[in-house]
Nanobody, 116 residues
């Protein structure tokens, strides 16, 4: 089992920045990677960004490229999502997900609200 705990959400004005954290515990060895998703009420959960654990490859949704950066602190089993130049359309609940071959484990989510 793997436990994921997100933190760092909040309210920010458009153009501002936030950094989300996802701390993993439990059987984290041999995990494939960690990703961030977001969801607004009434819509599906969308992929935002991800990073692989072994080589640190990163990948992003087109909507956040150039604004968001995903990084990993291996020693802390923590993945970060640095979000810059935030827009009102980035408002959502952000979830951290991780797993061995797919995203089997999910955090509880953290709310990000961007005011215009």
């Amino acid at each position: 089992q793997v436990q994921l705990v997100e933190s760092g959400g909040g309210l920010v004005q458009a153009g501002g920045s936030l950094r989300l954290s996802c701390a993993a515990s439990g059987r984290t060895a041999s995990m494939y990677g960690t990703a961030w998703f977001r969801q607004v009420p009434g819509k599906e959960r969308d992929f935002v960004a991800g990073i692989t654990w072994n080589l640190g490859w990163t990948y992003y949704a087109d909507s956040v490229k150039g604004r968001f950066t995903v990084t990993r602190a291996a020693a802390k089993n923590t993945v970060y999502l640095q979000m810059n130049n935030l827009k009102p359309e980035d408002t959502a609940v952000y979830y951290c997900a991780a797993g061995y071959s797919t995203y089997e484990y999910w955090g509880q989510g953290t709310q990000v609200t961007v005011s215009s």
